[in-house]
Every structure is written in C-alpha cells, then in structure tokens.
C-alpha cells in the first residue's frame, strides 16, 4: 500500500460523527470536507522538518462540573502526540492549565518516561488540541453554548489564539468552537452543528484537522508522519491497552473527566472504550500493512 492511500485510511478511520455532533449533517458541505487537504499537509510539513519543535495547547475545562474541571479529550491526545514525537525526533512543549499538566505528569511517570531537552531548537510548529477559541462575539464557548472564558488561563489563551511567523499553526477539534475553526466558513458550521452561529471559533490555523473526537487526530497525525517518513512505531504506542491505562491515571491524578457525561470515568466525549479506540486499533493495522 502506497504512503498516499496508507493517508487517506488514516483520514477517514478518525472522520466518524460517533457522538452525534452535526459534524457531516449536510454530506456536500461539512466540518470534514471544508479542510479535506489539511490532514496529509500537516502530516508532509512535520515529516520534511528534520528535528521539528512544537508547542501543543491544550485543555478544555467542563462548565457543569462541580467545581468546572478539564476533560479528557486533549490532554490524553496530547501526551501521545508528546511521545510519537519523540520517537520521531521532535521536541514537544506542552502549554495548559495546571490540572491538565499535572495528569500528563503523572502519565509520564506510568510510562517511565522523561521529557527530552529543548536546548535552542527554534519553534517550528504550533498545535492547538481541543482548544477552545474566540467566537464572533469575542466569547468562548462550549459545545451547549455555555461561556467558558473565564475557566481558562488568559495567558495560555493569547498565546494560542496567537499567529507566529515562520511557525506553521495546525488547528484540531471536533465541534466548531475550537481554536483553528475558522478556517472553515461561517455558514458551513452553522449548516452543521446545533448553536454553530453562537459557538463558532473564528480563529483560525494554517492547516486544521477536524475529526470525531479530537484526540483521534492527533493519532492519526503520528502515524502520518510515520507513514511519510517510512518509520514503524514502536509497539507501545498505538497500544490500546496501555493508552486505557494512561487514561485511567490522568483521570485519576488530574483529575480530568468526561467531557460529554461531566463524570471523572476514564472515558472520552461519552463513548464506550470499545468505541472510542477503535480508530486506534485501525490505525495500528494501517501502519502494519
């Protein structure tokens, strides 16, 4: 199987609207098709970086929570992105709140792994993770329309929102209202998902992945790049057992929750584990193939 075909598998395992979300409600104009070429670009600008350097945003903190908490959806994605980069000789740098840094800590720590040294290396991409962004009334919202400004760190939230020259921005979400969404057009959200016209991030990224839960982009990001760069992973890492288990300590130790139940169980966006790493389980047979 040639590397472009290997892509497009990778693409469409993690393009599903398993939640239930409007993300393909119109089959000709959606939140997939809007960005069809941004997935395999994003993939070919980190595997033609030698020694690419990328700061991650991430963490998107559940309004209806007692006390409003992180949920699992971006920080899970982004520790795995964290250590496929590495394996691919990239230095990651991870930009969050305090609970979402300290769930990935202790993910570290079950996996023995340490973070490798930044030295000088210059930022040459930035990836925002289920980040959530600016609507067209300066707000930010969730998924229900319910604002969340003010449950985020100011200084994290610039910093993201924050276009850098010379440093290619790749957008991930999987509901409209994420940093990167506004490369996609107004009326296509609103076509799309329920309260679009309230929730719609109008931020934009050079390149955006739009996939059914945000975390199975940034596993379909790894293994582009592996793909393109001819490079196998090792058996650790699109391990579905070993991400439950790195789930159930963040969960645990951050603590983050579900972001659609509100519930600290080690589930992401209200799916069943069965369902929610079966496009990992794909992917691990693509790139074996």
């Not at 994003?42 to 690419?52: K, V």
């Not at 996939?211 to 990001?221: C, I, R």
């Amino acid at each position: 199987m040639n590397p472009e075909k290997k892509l497009e598998l990778i693409l469409a395992s993690v393009q599903s609207d398993r939640g239930n979300r409007g993300l393909a409600r119109d089959p000709a104009d959606n939140l997939f098709t809007a960005t069809a070429e941004d997935f395999q670009n994003a993939c070919q600008s980190l595997a033609n970086t030698h020694a690419f350097r990328v700061s991650i945003f991430t963490g998107f903190c559940i309004p209806t929570t007692q006390p409003p908490m992180f949920e699992t959806d971006g920080p899970l994605g982004t520790f795995f992105l964290e250590r496929a980069f590495d394996q691919l000789s990239g230095y990651t740098e991870i930009q969050a709140e305090e609970p979402v840094i300290q769930a990935i800590a202790h993910a570290r720590r079950l996996v023995r792994r340490k973070e490798r040294t930044l030295f000088d290396t210059p930022l040459t991409h930035t990836i925002c993770l289920e980040r959530v962004g600016m609507a067209g009334d300066s707000k930010r919202y969730s998924m229900r329309g319910l604002e969340v400004s003010h449950l985020h760190n100011p200084r994290i939230t610039q910093l993201a929102e924050r276009s850098k020259p010379g440093v290619i921005s790749i957008g991930i979400g999987d509901g409209g209202n994420e940093i990167g969404m506004g490369k996609i057009p107004h009326e296509t959200v609103v076509a799309n998902i329920p309260q679009g016209d309230l929730i719609h991030c109008r931020v934009l990224t050079d390149l955006l992945i739009v996939a059914g839960v945000s975390n199975w982009a940034a596993y379909a990001l790894a293994a582009g790049v592996f793909v393109l760069r001819n490079l196998k992973p090792h058996q650790d890492l699109f391990d579905s057992d070993q991400e439950r288990e790195i789930l159930e300590t963040m969960v645990r130790e951050g603590p983050l929750v579900d972001g659609v139940s509100g519930k600290q169980t080690a589930s992401v966006d209200g799916l069943s584990w069965d369902d929610y790493s079966k496009p990992l389980n794909q992917i691990r047979e693509i790139l074996d193939s």
